[in-house]
């Protein structure tokens, strides 16, 4: 099981720390991402990271303000994001999985219960 944890009521242009927790297991082998559900709208991808690490890949909105990254064992996933702006408010999930493609949402097979962040201005 994941656990995200970090969300809350942030002021725009502050900077934002999410964790995502594997429970003790590790990530290895397996693609780690960030997806966000706001209100009334789809899920989309914010960014994830390949099994090696190799591939790290961005959505164009939040390219340049966010940066996730893994501890050495694997354990955790974070997203850090700075100059957060009121259209960031949303449920922030975490997944991972057998993946091929980083922003396809539909090929993570473990979901987090998810985190909101709430941005206003």
């Known amino acids: 099981q994941l656990q995200a944890s970090g969300g809350g009521s942030m002021q725009a242009g502050s900077s934002l720390g999410l964790s995502c927790s594997a429970s003790g297991r590790s990530f290895n082998y397996y693609a780690t991402g960030w997806f966000r559900q706001a209100p009334g709208k789809e899920r989309e991808f914010v960014g994830g990271v390949s099994w090696d690490g190799g591939e790290i890949d961005y959505a164009d909105s939040v390219k340049g303000r966010c940066t996730i990254s893994r501890n050495d064992a694997k354990t955790e996933l974070y997203l850090q994001m700075s100059s957060l702006r009121p259209e960031d408010t949303a449920v922030y999930y975490c997944?991972?999985?057998?993946?091929?493609?980083?922003?396809?949402?539909?090929?993570?097979?473990?979901w987090g219960q998810g985190t909101l962040v709430t941005v206003s201005s």
């Open positions: 997944a991972t999985g057998a993946v091929r493609d980083l922003e396809n949402g539909d090929e993570y097979q473990y």
